[in-house]
């Protein structure tokens, strides 16, 4: 694994693949640079939508097709696994799901956490996050989950 915690062979864009190899070669993490050192320029486009004490969510760069709304929850702390996470944030990581649902007004949606090694989860960031979809339509939502 690169020192970014990136997983080239995740990622589902030409463009995503781009700016992940930008993210590897300057040895970041990108959650990190982005959301809790909040440094310039940043390497995701979209705007925080709720920002808590644990918890940032904006919407993903690449949504998934067939989606209203993508959004990644990120965890203000570097770490890994779900088990990691310290009671606040767990509890946080709840009341955040409600201010966002409310906020966007979504119904119906689907929550998944990946943990860790992104070789077996499909994921692209190592750095602890969330995905919160809602289906745009009755076209299935399809991700790699394994
Ligand atoms: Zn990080």
Redesign the pocket.
Known sequence: MNKSGLDLNNARRKEQIETMKKIITDGI?P??HDFIDKEKPAYHPNPIIVETDFWVVTRNAWPYEHTREHLIFVVKR?ILNPEEMKKDEILDLWNTIKKVKKKLKITHSTFLMRSDSTGMTGATVQ?LHAQLVVAKNKEPVITRIG
């Open positions: 993490c959650f990190c570097h750095h």
